[in-house]
């Protein structure tokens, strides 16, 4: 589909959880800061994911939930998301159905019934209706309750049902798709479940245009952020006045909530990788790894950077430092389509075994980034268009010092680009910025 096409479909706003206006920006906004590309994705982008779904899917029909999770606070399921762009409807089902002869009825999109009572409470529901098609880009629109009928005359039909939501382990629930499809194949004879649940992930990995734009509006928003806090942070400052100074300029630039609970730990509580409390003290001669991001249209960044309390490291802390930074810049550099996560982390890892620190990296080298902080499965390919974080640490509970650098990387068809590289990261830079306070 052209761009010219995707323009003109109608458009609509698909802010991932609470919908806010966009503020106006243009006071006081520093130049540096720049418009984002796109604020949201076009309708024509998802129906051209579910048209890919659909062309995957051979004669296989395939269920894509968006659960029901999270009650009032529903949280729609990132797959169906990905593919619809609906983040309020709780319980919605999408079937494809490839061997329907009706082409308009082989992406048909499932609403629960109207509640007209719960609806007053949770939302006002619509009425099915042209305009609700047109406006979800749907062309067949029906309510769950007949979903089974519809499921079944699928099945009969294919005789092949396909998972498309990742297998979980023995210990969680059944994925809905799977758990369906096995009532189905009792029912009626010679139906086959297959695996199909490469199909999805690979999709979400590969970003569009327009949503690694998102991502970097999202991580440009965090960079303002960052910017405070280490304007903020002083000998007893706190922990908790960080996290504010981080927060509070994120709303105050069009972020749309947290990418995840921001971590915001001093002397020994930087040595805690998952570390919530944020109340501690700042205290002189302490660093403070901070690990957060800014959400905007549904998109996440992840970034960590490890600041001195008082402005300056000390020549030891700086020698860890720049170990963790070489670390990081052969990730980095290790980053190209076809790698693994595991080659990259090697690379980190060497340079940080190297230097006899190598017991003090316990943890990965980063992950996939995207509608999720950790989205999708690490071991999904990075292809161009992926985007991913490089994090190594050093973590020494016994000198109270832990040391994290994060950076969020766009794997593009030549090698990479650094898509958070304007926020400062090399010693000189911080002091730099820490002295301007
Ligand atoms: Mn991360």
């Excluded at 051209?48 to 999770?69: H, I, P, W």
């Excluded at 406006?135 to 309750?145: D, I, K």
């Excluded at 998952?274 to 970034?303: M, Q, W």
Aim: hydrophobic fraction near 40%; include cysteine; proline fraction near 6%.
């Amino acid at each position: 589909m052209s761009k010219r096409t995707l323009t003109a479909m109608p458009r609509r706003r698909v802010l991932h959880e609470r919908a806010a206006p966009l503020p106006d920006r243009s006071a006081s906004r520093p130049a540096s800061f720049p418009e984002p590309e796109h604020t949201e994705i076009m309708l024509g982008e998802y129906m051209q994911r579910r048209e890919r779904v659909l062309k995957s899917l051979g004669k296989s029909a395939a269920l894509v939930f968006a659960g029901t999770e999270g009650g009032e606070h529903f949280a729609v399921n990132p797959f169906f998301f990905h593919l619809t762009g609906i983040a309020n409807e709780s319980g919605a089902v999408l079937l494809f159905d490839p061997t329907s002869d009706d082409p308009r009825k082989r992406v048909i999109l499932f609403l629960r019934p109207l509640n007209p009572e719960a609806d007053r409470w949770d939302g006002l529901r619509e009425h099915l209706s042209g305009a609700l098609r047109a406006r979800l880009g749907f062309r067949t629109v029906l309510r769950t309750t007949q979903l089974p009928m519809w499921l079944a005359n699928a099945a009969r039909r294919a005789k092949s049902l396909a998972c498309l939501h990742p297998f979980v382990q023995h210990t969680q629930n059944v994925t809905e798709d799977l758990a369906t499809y096995r009532k189905v194949a009792e029912r009626m004879v010679g139906v086959q479940i297959e695996d199909r649940t490469d199909v999805l992930p690979r999709m979400r990995a590969a970003k569009s245009r327009t949503e690694i734009s998102l991502i970097k509006h999202a991580i440009d928003i965090t960079h303002e952020g960052f910017l405070s806090a280490m304007r903020t942070l002083a000998p007893d400052v706190g922990e908790a006045a960080i996290q504010q100074s981080l927060e509070q300029t994120y709303a105050s630039r069009g972020g749309q909530g947290l990418a995840f609970g921001s971590i915001v730990g001093s002397g020994l509580n930087a040595t805690v990788l998952h570390y919530r409390a944020n109340s501690g003290p700042t205290n002189a001669g302490e660093l403070v790894v901070i690990d957060s991001g800014a959400k905007f249209g549904g998109y996440c960044a992840d970034i960590t950077r490890t600041l001195p309390v008082n402005g300056r490291f000390s020549r030891q802390q700086r020698a860890i430092y720049d170990v963790v930074l070489m670390a990081q810049e052969a990730a980095i550099n290790a980053c190209r389509p076809g790698a693994s996560l595991w080659e990259i982390d090697a690379a980190a890892r060497s340079v940080i075994e190297h230097a006899d620190l190598g017991d003090f990296f316990i943890h990965g080298i980063g992950h996939h980034l995207g509608l999720e902080v950790h989205d999708i499965d690490p071991r999904t390919p990075l292809e161009p268009g992926a985007v991913v974080t490089i994090e190594p640490g050093v973590y020494i509970p016994d000198q109270k010092l832990g040391i994290r650098i994060e950076d969020d990387v766009l794997i593009t068809s030549r090698g990479r680009q650094v898509l958070s590289e304007a926020i400062p990261k090399t010693a000189p830079e911080i002091e730099r910025v820490m002295g301007e306070r």
